[in-house]
Nanobody, 125 residues
Framework: QVQLVESGGGLVQAGGSLRLSCAGS????????MLWFRQAPGKEREVAAA????????YYTDSVKGRFTISRDNGKNTVYLQMNSLKPEDAAVYYC??????????????????WGQGTQVTVSS
């Protein structure tokens, strides 16, 4: 069956870094765009970053530009999110997702076909 398994979340101090990983299985990974969404308590889920099927195109929401980097290794069926200079407002559950297109504004979730279970990122001030 289809699985997206995230790892790498945890507690970090403000200004620190974390690298999230998401391993996909049960579907043809290199034919899907991959996205990282996040949801903070009391807020709607939002897209943080996205990457096209071949890694040639990326998207970042404004609040993470210059600090987060999304990448993928299709040989390992894995997508990554390198998060640097973390801020308390980055704290959220981060979800990996596979979609039919990497850029899905304004209704990002419409194009999502598979979701991971989420990994918690906590940033202490």
């Amino acid at each position: 069956q289809v699985q997206l398994v995230e790892s790498g979340g945890g507690l970090v101090q403000a200004g620190g870094s974390l690298r999230l990983s998401c391993a996909g299985s049960g579907f043809i990974f290199n034919t899907y765009a991959m996205l990282w969404f996040r949801q903070a308590p009391g807020k709607e889920r939002e897209v943080a970053a996205a990457i096209s099927w071949n890694g040639g195109s990326t998207y970042y929401t404004d609040s993470v530009k210059g600090r987060f980097t999304i990448s993928r290794d299709n040989g390992k069926n894995t997508v990554y999110l390198q998060m640097n200079s973390l801020k308390p407002e980055d704290a959220a559950v981060y979800y990996c997702a596979a979609g039919t297109r990497y850029f899905g504004a304004p209704n990002w979730e419409k194009n999502i076909r598979y979701w991971g279970q989420g990994t918690q990122v906590t940033v202490s001030s």
